[in-house]
């Protein structure tokens, strides 16, 4: 089994900074595309970014510019600097990443349980 768990939210103004992190762990041979999805109670889970094995990034349009996805794959980690904080980004973040569990295994979706992000004045 693989577990993700999520660090870094919290209540912060608009213009502010968070960095958000995302641990994996568990049975792990390689891990590919990592990347992040938010949710608000009205709304479907969102795709905000992804950052592939290789470090291809891709962005949703609404957070270019703003937000810059990394990853360390000694850690197993990857992480969302969010810059520039608008109200529209409070959302529940969470993680996701691609595992393979061995070297001839087909990557599996896991999904961390979301980390809170409010931006009020």
């Known amino acids: 089994q693989v577990q993700l768990v999520e660090s870094g939210g919290g209540l912060v103004q608009p213009g502010e900074s968070l960095r958000l992190s995302c641990a994996a762990s568990g049975s792990i041979f390689s891990i590919n595309g990592m990347g992040w999805y938010r949710q608000t109670p009205w709304k479907e889970r969102d795709f905000v970014a992804s950052?592939?094995?290789?470090?291809?990034?891709n962005y949703a349009d609404s957070v270019k510019g703003r937000f810059t996805i990394s990853r360390d794959n000694g850690k197993n980690t990857v992480y969302l600097q969010m810059n520039s904080l608008k109200p529209e980004d409070t959302a529940k973040y969470y993680c996701?990443?691609?595992?393979?569990?061995?070297?001839?295994?087909?990557?599996?979706?896991?999904w961390g349980k979301g980390t809170l992000v409010t931006v009020s004045s």
């Open positions: 996701y990443a691609e595992v393979q569990a061995g070297k001839f295994y087909p990557g599996m979706d896991y």
């Open positions: 950052i592939a094995s290789g470090g291809i990034t």
